[in-house]
Nanobody
Framework: QVQLVESGGGSVQAGGSLRLSCIVS????????MGWFRQAPGKDREGVAG????????YYDDSVKGRFTTSRDNAQNTVYLQMDSLKPEDTAVYYC???????????????????WGQGTQVTVSS
């Protein structure tokens, strides 16, 4: 069974940076496109970044474009989300998720992602 475990969340001031990691176990991470999602209190879960199974293609929501960067190391079965120039509105629980399809992953629709991590809290203060 595939398991995803996120780490790297925490509390930072606005303008700061954090790097989230997501370790994939149970199967090779190279079998999956990966997405990063977040959910703030009282809001729906939203996709913020995605990366193809090979890492050759990435996609970002407009809200994080130019500030967040996703990458992966399939040899280490790990996916990363580098978050720079953080804003208070980035505060949320962040999740990584796995999508077995090679197309459509960039839509970042939660229903397309079949495995999810437990989430890690990111809090940005002004």
């Amino acid at each position: 069974q595939v398991q995803l475990v996120e780490s790297g969340g925490g509390s930072v001031q606005a303008g700061g940076s954090l790097r989230l990691s997501c370790i994939v176990s149970g199967e090779a991470s190279s079998r999956y496109s990966m997405g990063w999602f977040r959910q703030a209190p009282g809001k729906d879960r939203e996709g913020v970044a995605g990366i193809s199974s090979t890492g050759h293609h990435t996609y970002y929501d407009d809200s994080v474009k130019g500030r967040f960067t996703t990458s992966r190391d399939n040899a280490q079965n790990t996916v990363y989300l580098q978050m720079d120039s953080l804003k208070p509105e980035d505060t949320a629980v962040y999740y990584c998720a796995a999508n077995p399809k090679i197309r459509g992953w960039e839509d970042l629709l939660p229903a397309s992602y079949i495995y999810w991590g437990q989430g890690t809290q990111v809090t940005v203060s002004s």
